[in-house]
């Protein structure tokens, strides 16, 4: 069965960076995006950047634009998450997802916060960011 695996997260402090990486090679033959979420301890899990599987097009959260960054691998066996400039607010359990959306989410973040479009989803990495 195909599945997801979520690596490189951790602590660190206030403005520091961390990649995380999701091993999603089951997924490298199938037309399927993928997408990082995550869930703060008390708050509703979020989508924040998603990729197509050709690479042909990315989408962030605001929140995320600028200090985040998604990429693959030239053998699209793995999806990163270059973070930057980190905050508090970031801490949160990170995951990867894979579905059939092509990562059409302009301004809204709504459909993708549903997340019906993500059928796996890896177990996911803690991030902590604080001084």
């Known amino acids: 069965q195909a599945h997801l695996e979520e690596s490189g997260g951790g602590l660190v402090q206030p403005g520091s960076s961390l990649r995380l990486s999701c091993d999603a090679r089951a997924f490298s033959g199938y037309d399927y995006a993928i997408a990082w979420f995550r869930q703060a301890p008390g708050k509703e899990r979020e989508g924040i950047s998603c990729?197509?599987?050709?690479?042909?097009?990315?989408w962030y959260r605001d929140s995320v634009k600028g200090r985040f960054t998604i990429s693959r691998d030239n053998a699209k066996t793995t999806v990163y998450l270059q973070m930057s400039s980190l905050k508090p607010d970031d801490t949160a359990v990170y995951h990867c997802a894979a579905g059939p959306t092509m990562c059409d989410y302009g301004d809204s973040h709504e459909r993708i916060d549903r997340a019906f479009e993500f059928s796996v989803w890896g177990q996911g990495t803690q991030v902590t960011v604080s001084s």
């Open positions: 990729i197509t599987n050709d690479d042909s097009k990315t």
